[in-house]
């Protein structure tokens, strides 16, 4: 669920039709908060939605037409793959690209002045020690395999941002801090989820052992 996409979509005044604007809403329901992807089963929204599948089809097709989202069709066995408004992250890779291309002018032109220009972030870069010294005291050690983060951190914004900080090392702070805290909450619902398993385990052995005290007392009675 994004909730930013949600509200992105309830407060844009350019849907006019207010099918559509329910099935973007819906579809904003399962989508991912940084990529905006989803892929519910025309089916599920339509049940989600309440309208037939042929009108669910149509609107889809007029929200694909305006730009508010984009299709990767599936088949038989996957759902379509939808990316909710599409050109906004379309524009920003344009100007990367601009920046880019400018960068590499300026480049030729003065090689000494643009050393510090082009601030993306590259494949093949890494967190300082130091970094990962002080996320790891904050956050405990063991807590984020740096490895996988770093995979994580260098490929989502090389997709979408990749000229998002000047400073890096303070974006991948945050990035960790964000990870850090999503970990927690996961390890506090299996924690929940196991503490009423034992709860439940609990109740159904302490009726069980009700009943053959039960059953010892009615057996007493009868001898």
């Keep these: 669920m994004s909730f930013s996409l949600m509200a992105k979509v309830w407060s844009d005044d350019t849907i006019d039709d207010g099918i559509c604007k329910f099935i973007l809403l819906c579809l904003a329901d399962y989508a991912d908060n940084e990529t905006g992807e989803c892929y519910p089963s025309l089916t599920t929204i339509a049940k989600k939605t309440g309208f037939g599948i042929r009108t669910v089809k149509y609107k889809i097709q007029k929200l694909e037409s305006f730009g508010y989202i984009k299709i990767k ?9 939808y990316y909710l408004y599409p050109n906004d992250k379309e524009v920003v890779h344009e100007v990367h690209h601009v920046v880019h291309d400018m960068h590499h002018v300026v480049h030729e032109m003065h090689p000494n002045l643009s050393s510090n220009l082009d601030n993306s972030i590259r494949e093949d870069w890494k967190p300082k020690k130091k970094t ?92």
Excluded: M, Q
């Design 132 to 223: 990962i010294e002080e996320i790891d005291r904050k956050h405990g050690k063991g807590i984020l395999n740096h490895d996988n983060e770093t995979y994580k951190f260098i490929n989502y914004y090389l997709g979408t941002d990749p000229t998002k900080y000047k400073d890096w090392e303070r974006g991948y702070h945050n990035w960790c801090a964000r990870e850090a805290e999503r970990s927690a909450k996961i390890t506090s619902i299996n924690k929940f989820k196991a503490s009423r398993t034992s709860n439940s385990n609990g109740s159904v052995n302490g009726l069980y052992a009700g009943l053959i005290a039960e059953f010892s007392n009615d057996k007493e009675t009868e001898t």
């Design 73 to 81: 069709s599936g088949n038989s066995f996957k759902s379509n793959t």
